[in-house]
């Protein structure tokens, strides 16, 4: 599904990603871990559009088709999704508004019918189970005087109305109690099938014991140093960053 | 004898002549009000109130008086609020025509009707305030003093003590938008104590044109009345729309107005509220939206004369392309006017870089025990919130228009009458730049 090759970026003369290798196939769930500055936000920035960042060299391929060329709205139809480390908050913008545009944008674009109203609703309805947010969350403004929660909790209600083909979860678990967590592991599970795939970007191993990925890569100076499995968390959890820093360090000397 | 030469002075005094030949009352009144205007002339930018606003192209053109009053009801028929059941009261080119206009279950002892009549037939009850709060001896006033001269006709709105209107009432003066034609309409309006008033001015032009609109309106609002006052300006964007709003508020009266502007190359609009009476009060909210090489101007002033009297005013303005706007407000509080609670904000969002906004507070306080406080905010769209609306599939003419519309919704939503603030919301969004999309709510 997407296959990432030598991708170089920078913000304005610093370089932060320095030459990613990536393959994400259908229905994988793969796990970014590494310290802070290790160029794990900017991956997840670059692989949606944010103009802030400039690729100097490599490509994103998606589906076949060079996802680099694409606008931020048209990844956003082709179904790449990012649960933002930071949602915007946006006052005067009612939270159920944006979502039904978004929804139906991503519907004409694949050739159906836009929902109406009713439509919306049940769907919503539907998809808020077990998300813990109810309709005053959403018919307030988008994330307006929201807590940290609810803003992490709208972005997984978001995910799980537009069904994303590949969900980017940029460090959604942090400053997460385990309540919270839970619930966005339960929304994140809930849309695992053979046709999505995930890709989480987190600082800390403990939401991967809710959502047990297929991949681990470690993210060190904008290069992926390590990648494994599951227990490459666990590893990573036990022995700190440092290990991989000194690692990583070595082999540089060497 | 002057010597200095008054730009536009002979034209004017052509309409003056014109004036007094067809017999129009307020002799004395209009006679004093034309010599003022001979003193002072059209306003130059030296003015400090003026300083931002230069309307010599006015004076430049040869306005004349409007011939008649033809017009096709079809033509009209657009700028009538869709949903508002209540009386309906049209001017063409500031002359009351009651074939177009609907008066209808009004109250009891309401009256409803065209000023030059009232003044003809003497019912000086109803007329007395004319002239009373619209002075005009300040040389910044000279369009005031134009009016006061020129006026063929306007309207005159006149509720009882112990009275309340239900349904609102919509002004509508259209021009019929021959360019080089002027009008100067007047409305008067009288609310006795204990009444209550829901009215809409509006002011549209009927084709696209030069031509001017010189209003003028004095609200008499009685003790503990309520009365909610609406504008929307829908000139032609080729059309000069000067205009000044007087208002008295009374002891425990509460007086509030939203003026919304979309139209005119060049719109002043001065709003002057004098809170007359103990725990009186006065909200002002204003919208613009503003384009092209055209200027909005807004000039609020407001006299807190009494004690324990509370005044807001929220103004924000949308400026795209080389668009000018101005905004200054007011405050003055008189040494008797204790516990005087003032709040001004005025808020501009630019879309061009070229756009430009002078936004100015005065604030004049001469009491010891007052809260009075403003701002100024000036922006862009936010760069974060439009990146975060792409990533979710809208493109970038819907997201810029999502965000434009939520920068003025928090005004639309002080619209109390839901017909109102509907017709409002659906008149903004048809001008918002990119406003293909006109769903903003899920309902």
């Known amino acids: ?254 | 004898m002057t010597t200095q030469l008054i730009e536009g002075e002979d034209m004017f005094r052509a309409a003056f002549e014109q004036v007094q030949r067809d017999g129009t009352k307020a002799h004395a009144l209009r006679s004093q009000a034309f010599t003022r205007f001979s003193e002072v002339g059209l306003p130059t930018p030296r003015l400090e109130s003026w300083r931002f606003t230069n309307v010599r192209p006015i004076g430049q053109r040869r306005f004349v008086m409007p011939a008649g009053r033809e017009v096709d009801p079809s033509a009209i028929a657009s700028f009538e609020l869709r949903g508002l059941e209540g009386p309906r009261a049209i001017a063409i080119d500031g002359r009351y025509v009651p074939e177009l206009s609907s008066i209808k279950a009004i109250p009891p002892g309401v009256a409803i009707q065209s000023l030059t009549e009232t003044l003809a037939s003497g019912q000086e009850l109803l007329t007395w305030p004319l002239g009373q709060l619209a002075t005009f001896d300040d040389p910044a006033a000279a369009f005031t003093a134009l009016n006061t001269s020129l006026f063929q006709d306007g309207i005159v709105v006149s509720i009882p003590d112990n009275t309340v209107v239900e349904a609102p009432l919509h002004l509508l003066f259209a021009a019929t938008g021959s360019s080089g034609v002027m009008s100067h309409p007047r409305v008067l309006v009288v609310v006795g104590e204990n009444s209550q008033l829901r009215l809409v001015e509006s002011y549209a032009g009927v084709t696209d044109g030069a031509y001017l609109t010189n209003a003028v309106t004095e609200i008499v609002v009685g003790d503990n009345a309520v009365v909610d006052h609406y504008k929307l300006v829908r000139e032609s964007v080729e059309a000069y729309h000067i205009a000044s709003m007087h208002v008295r508020i009374g002891r425990s009266a509460n007086f509030s107005s939203h003026a919304i502007t979309l139209g005119g190359a060049i719109v002043r609009n001065d709003v002057v509220g004098e809170l007359d009476g103990e725990g009186a009060e006065c909200t002002l909210n204003g919208l613009y939206l503003v384009n092209d090489t055209r200027l909005v101007d807004n000039h609020t002033t407001i006299y807190h004369t009494k004690p324990h009297c509370n005044s807001h005013a929220l103004y924000k303005g949308i400026l795209d392309d080389r668009a000018r706007a101005v905004f200054n407000g007011k405050i003055v509080v008189a040494p008797d006017a204790q516990k005087t609670d003032a709040k001004q904000t005025n808020k501009a969002l630019l879309l061009s870089e070229d756009a430009q906004i002078n936004t100015k507070p005065e604030l004049e306080i001469f009491a010891d025990d007052v809260k009075c406080t403003h701002g100024a905010t000036i922006g862009q769209l936010d760069a974060d919130a439009l990146f975060y609306l792409r990533s979710r599939g809208l493109d970038v003419e819907q997201a810029r228009s999502v965000l434009i519309h939520a920068f003025a919704s928090d005004l639309l939503n002080r619209i109390a009458i839901e017909p109102i603030r509907a017709e409002f919301d659906a008149v903004l969004l048809r001008q918002l730049p990119g406003s293909g999309h006109t769903t903003f709510t899920v309902a």
Request: aromatic content about 6%.
């Open chain 1, 1 to 254: 599904m997407l296959e990432i090759r030598d991708l170089h970026a920078s913000v304005g003369k610093r370089e932060i990603l320095r030459g990613i290798d990536l393959i994400i196939n259908d229905g994988e769930v793969h796990a970014i871990m590494g310290p802070n500055g290790s160029g794990k936000s900017t991956l997840a920035s670059v692989l949606v559009g944010r103009d802030d960042y400039k690729v100097t060299a490599g490509t994103a391929t998606y589906d076949g088709r060079d996802l680099l060329e694409l606008e931020p709205e048209e990844r956003a139809r082709e179904g790449v999704f990012l649960a933002f480390q930071y949602p915007v908050e946006i006052p005067g913008v009612n939270s159920a508004y944006l979502l039904k545009a978004a929804l139906n944008e991503i519907r004409k674009h694949r050739g159906e019918s836009e929902l109406d109203a009713i439509e919306f609703m049940a769907l919503v309805k539907e998809r808020m189970k077990g998300l813990e947010i109810g309709p005053e969350l959403f018919n307030r403004p988008v994330n307006a005087g929201f807590s940290g929660g609810e803003k992490k909790r709208n972005e997984i209600l978001q995910m799980a109305v537009l069904e994303p083909r590949l969900a980017i979860m940029d460090e959604t678990d942090s400053g997460l109690d385990i309540d919270a967590l839970k619930i966005v592991a339960r929304g994140v599970n809930a849309l695992r099938s053979p046709e999505r795939s995930t890709l989480i970007i987190t600082h800390y191993q403990r939401l991967l014991n809710y959502i047990v990925p297929d991949f681990v890569h470690v993210l060190f100076g904008g290069r992926i140093v390590m990648s494994g499995g599951k227990e490459l968390a666990l590893e990573l959890e036990e022995k700190g960053y440092g290990w991989i820093e000194n690692d990583t360090a070595a082999q540089v000397n060497a």
